[in-house]
């Protein structure tokens, strides 16, 4: 079982930074695939970034400004997020995978964080 809680969301600036972090229960979390989803009010919840086998991948969108990453020591993942647009307001959440694949669809996670709310003001 493992439990994730995410934090670092807040109000930010077009162009501006944050950095979202996920904290993880579980001693086999470094065996899991993460990811970070988002879901903008009214639309369906969207890939954002994942991890896994130390492979990180992007969805188009955040490509080279968001970057992913984790601290297996620590059970943390972290979404730092830069250039900030107001099209990047969202919940963010944080998914974990047990099987360890790390794709893009939100089917293939086992759990979820509660989610953070990101709102970037243009």
């Known amino acids: 079982q493992v439990q994730l809680v995410e934090s670092g969301g807040g109000l930010v600036q077009a162009g501006g930074s944050l950095t979202l972090s996920c904290a993880a229960s579980?001693?086999?979390?470094?065996?899991?695939?993460v990811g970070w989803f988002r879901q903008a009010p009214g639309k369906e919840r969207e890939f954002v970034a994942s991890?896994?086998?130390?492979?990180?991948y992007y969805a188009d969108s955040v490509k080279g400004r968001f970057t992913i990453s984790r601290d297996n020591a620590n059970n943390m993942v972290y979404l730092q997020m830069s250039s900030l647009k107001p099209e990047d307001t969202a919940v963010y959440y944080c998914?974990?995978?047990?099987?360890?694949?790390?794709?893009?669809?939100?089917?293939?996670?086992?759990?979820w964080g509660q989610g953070t709310r990101v709102t970037v003001s243009s």
């Open positions: 991890w896994s086998g130390g492979t990180a």
């Open positions: 998914a974990a995978d047990s099987v360890g694949v790390a794709s893009m669809s939100i089917y293939d996670y086992d759990y």
């Open positions: 579980g001693r086999t979390f470094s065996r899991y695939g």
